[in-house]
């Protein structure tokens, strides 16, 4: 690799992947071990080819094969873009809150031995917490708040620090579904009442996981931070959230440099909000990447109460009863955000190298153990 051009974490992950597998490989776990060769053979011929034509020029060209895993630097960003269009299509027209659970750091250490058990714990608490105090008729009142999380497993210098991010419209349901309850314009539930429902909640789903007794009892007596603001509108919110979704932990704009066998990467100072340089070596700049891959098939966004896929009143619904518009209205107009979809997903237009006209997918040639399978258009 040269170091005079910007590295990106493929390329470290190329470099140093052998060096990395031969010292720790007997004690890395095998879904680590799958990401570590995602990464260094993305788009580089190990998954195949696709083919394209140029309608203008009609030339084919061969594209190399995106590996596809979730926690690939080279694939991530495309996705996270119709994530993004999908989610604005569910935007309702209220004010919205970013809710963040965190967990104290004695506790960390821990988390990360019992990765599957605790980040579902987590989700658990989090969401019960939710739940338990929007039904107080002081705040919301309702049995029906709706929500979407996030589990993020990092801090800003790659550290394990897992916590939740939660966009939340501001209020819910009335018991008969007939009514839109809405919560204060720039407040949605104490925090303060939160932290104590939610640290309780996982220490009941440690106990139910017969974990109970590896946890240190000082863990309960401390505050677990959970934080809540106001953010504006649904749009500024996904905003705000998109990067979580498909980001894994440090993106290739944040390398600096790779020299002597140490990484330099940027990092905003959560305090000051100047930017900083961290320096580690490659190996532990390896080891922090991957202590953020998930348990294979984990969920790290799940959606809650009317947001979730299973409520009964759909989000077309709700926004009706927000605006308290009769049924025949066209959808549409209603949902104003919507309009930003088209141009979201223009993105995924290809156009052709030499002439700028657009590409039609022909052909992919994908490798398997037997030989390769050719799938036409
Ligand atoms: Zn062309
Ligand atoms: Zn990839």
């Known amino acids: 690799m040269n170091a005079c051009t910007s590295p990106t974490i493929q390329d470290?992950?190329?470099?140093?992947g052998d060096e990395y597998?031969?010292?720790?490989?007997p004690r890395m776990?095998?879904?680590?071990r799958k990401v570590l060769e995602a990464i260094r053979n993305c788009r580089r011929g190990k998954y195949g080819y696709t083919v394209y034509q140029c309608q203008k020029c009609r030339k084919c060209h061969f594209f190399q094969r995106s590996c596809g895993n979730r926690h690939c630097t080279v694939c991530q960003k495309h996705k996270s873009k119709q994530w993004l269009a999908r989610q604005k299509a569910r935007a309702l027209p209220v004010s919205y809150f970013l809710i963040t659970f965190t967990v104290p750091e004695s506790l960390r250490e821990f988390i990360r031995s019992n990765q599957r058990a605790c980040y579902n714990a987590l989700f658990k608490a989090s969401s019960g917490a939710l739940k338990k105090l929007a039904l107080d008729p002081r705040f919301v009142g309702t049995d029906m708040p709706g929500f979407t999380g996030v589990l993020q497993t990092w801090g800003r210098q790659l550290q394990y620090h897992p916590h939740i991010h939660y966009i939340v419209p501001g209020g819910g349901l009335s018991k008969d579904r007939k009514q839109w309850l809405s919560s204060r314009k720039n407040?949605?539930?104490?925090v303060k009442a939160l932290s104590p429902i939610y640290t309780e909640m996982f220490r009941q789903a440690m106990a139910e996981a017969g974990l109970l007794e590896h946890i240190h009892p000082k863990a309960w007596k401390t505050n677990w931070n959970v934080d809540s603001r106001a953010v504006g509108t649904a749009d500024t919110s996904l905003k705000y959230l998109a990067p979580y979704i498909f980001k894994v932990g440090i993106s290739d704009h944040r390398i600096v440099k790779v020299e002597d066998r140490k990484v330099t990467f940027s990092y905003r100072d959560k305090e000051t909000k100047v930017d900083r340089i961290c320096v580690v070596d490659v190996m532990e700049f390896i080891r922090r990447f991957l202590q953020h891959v998930l348990p294979d098939g984990f969920m790290k966004v799940r959606h809650f109460g009317f947001m979730s896929p299973g409520c009964k009143t759909s989000l077309d619904k709700i926004a009706e009863l927000i605006i308290g518009l009769s049924e025949e209205t066209d959808r549409k107009q209603r949902r104003?955000?919507?309009r930003d979809d088209s141009e979201m997903l223009d993105?995924?237009?290809?156009?052709c190298p030499d002439c700028g006209g657009v590409l039609v997918y022909i052909a992919a040639e994908i490798?398997?153990?037997t030989g390769s399978i050719i799938l036409l258009a």
Do not use: A, M, S, V
């Open 12 to 16: 470290i992950f190329c470099d140093y």
């Open 21 to 25: 597998l031969e010292r720790f490989g």
């Open 29 to 32: 776990p095998g879904n680590h």
């Open 187 to 190: 407040f949605y539930l104490p």
């Open 336 to 338: 104003p955000l919507k």
């Open 347 to 351: 993105d995924d237009t290809i156009h």
């Open 367 to 369: 490798p398997t153990l």
